[in-house]
């Protein structure tokens, strides 16, 4: 059976997982090796199944603490994004402090927030937040410095306020720019959220697989590694599908939206 270009496109992912998962059965059971150290796909899908509902709690709190920091490091990079790239002063002014703080390893700042607000939900959120909100700044500030200056000494001309060309202009041209990063941002917020549920609190998949790790469960570990993953893959392709809608003036060939 002959199969489309478009077809063979959307199965290759499924195809190459499943390879990878057979691949991975294969080298588990004819090497022998324990499950305390690798453990096989089939015995962590039996744990996954066995305790599913617990699983399930762990993830849904993970999924909400991210989305909190996730939705804060939208909002605040939006606004320093607008900022640096509509002010060349502001530019010059943050941008050195910035890149200086986003190069410090989030998971130092952990023990800080855990003296500020105690160990929980509120230090896996801001963790979130620290590590995702970097890109959104920067794709926007790059989206608003690139609008051409003819374009703005037209626009001037014509009567447009800095605010007008702003809104009007600036704004729709970065959006392209824009959720390039929220693909970026979103999985990283599921890194800080997990590396401080690993550390400081008592619920959410990194705390359960920290507890797992503990008793040497390591199928109850890798289950978490996967819900992980098939979390971020999900969000990473709505925002996919919402940039392919709203963005598809910007998008050109195989990723056009169809």
Not at 131 to 156: H, K, Q, W, Y
Not at 173 to 186: G, N
């Amino acid at each position: 059976m002959h199969l489309s270009r478009r077809t063979i496109m959307k199965l290759a992912p499924w195809m190459v997982a499943a390879f990878f998962v057979v691949v991975w059965q294969v080298i588990c059971v004819g090497f022998d090796v324990p499950s305390f150290l690798f453990p096989a796909p089939s015995e962590v899908y039996k744990v996954g199944m066995s305790l599913a509902q617990p699983i399930l709690q762990h993830a849904t709190q993970t999924f909400l603490t991210t989305m909190a920091g996730f939705a804060i490091a939208v909002v605040v990079g939006l606004v320093l994004g607008a900022a640096l790239g509509s002010s060349a002063v502001v530019y010059r002014a943050l941008y050195p402090l910035l890149v200086a703080f986003n190069s410090i390893p989030k998971v130092a700042f952990v023990p800080v927030l855990v003296l500020w607000f105690g160990i929980g939900t509120v230090p896996a959120i801001l963790t979130a937040f620290l590590i995702s909100f970097f890109p959104v700044m920067v794709n926007v500030a790059t989206g608003l410095a690139t609008l051409e200056p003819e374009l703005e000494d037209v626009l001037r001309s014509l009567g447009a306020s800095r605010l007008d060309i702003l809104m009007k202009v600036g704004f729709p041209r970065s959006m392209p720019f824009f959720f390039a990063s929220l693909k970026v941002a979103i999985t990283l917020a599921f890194v800080g959220s997990v590396v401080s549920e690993t550390v400081a609190s008592n619920e959410g998949i990194g705390y359960l697989m920290m507890s797992a790790s503990s008793s040497s469960n390591m199928p109850l570990v890798f289950a978490g590694l996967i819900v992980i993953g098939a979390m971020g893959v999900v969000t990473y392709e709505l925002f996919a599908w919402i940039e392919r809608r709203v963005t598809g003036w910007a998008i050109r060939g195989q990723n056009a939206p169809g």
